[in-house]
Nanobody, 120 residues
Framework: QVQLVESGGGLVQPGGSLRLSCTVS????????MGWYSQAPGKQREWVAG???????NYSDSVKGRFTISRDNAKNTLYLQMNSLKPEDTGVYYC??????????????WGQGTQVTVSS
């Protein structure tokens, strides 16, 4: 079974930066597209960014130009570099295997996520 473990979240002031990591096991990482998803309290989980197995990246309009998704296949790790953070970015961030070359919903098991809080 695929295992996904997110880390790197925390409390940051508006305009600050965080780098999230997602370690993946139980699959051939370099052969799967991946995505990052966020969920605010009382809200449904939404797609943030995705990366294909070839390294093609896509972003939601709200984070485009501020976030960068990347992957290190040698380390079986997915990253999300988050710059110029805004309070609206607050939420629990999850990684997952993703359909549609990283643009679609996750189809693997959901982990616990990592909390990102942007507040002054």
């Amino acid at each position: 079974q695929v295992q996904l473990v997110e880390s790197g979240g925390g409390l940051v002031q508006p305009g600050g930066s965080l780098r999230l990591s997602c370690t993946v096991s139980g699959t051939i990482f370099y052969n799967v597209a991946m995505g990052w998803y966020s969920q605010a309290p009382g809200k449904q989980r939404e797609w943030v960014a995705g990366i294909s197995r070839r390294g093609e990246t896509n972003y939601s309009d709200s984070v485009k130009g501020r976030f960068t998704i990347s992957r290190d296949n040698a380390k079986n790790t997915l990253y999300l570099q988050m710059n110029s953070l805004k309070p609206e970015d607050t939420g629990v961030y999850y990684c997952n295997l993703a359909t549609a070359a990283g643009k679609g919903p996750g189809f693997g098991p959901w982990g616990q996520g990592t909390q990102v809080t942007v507040s002054s």
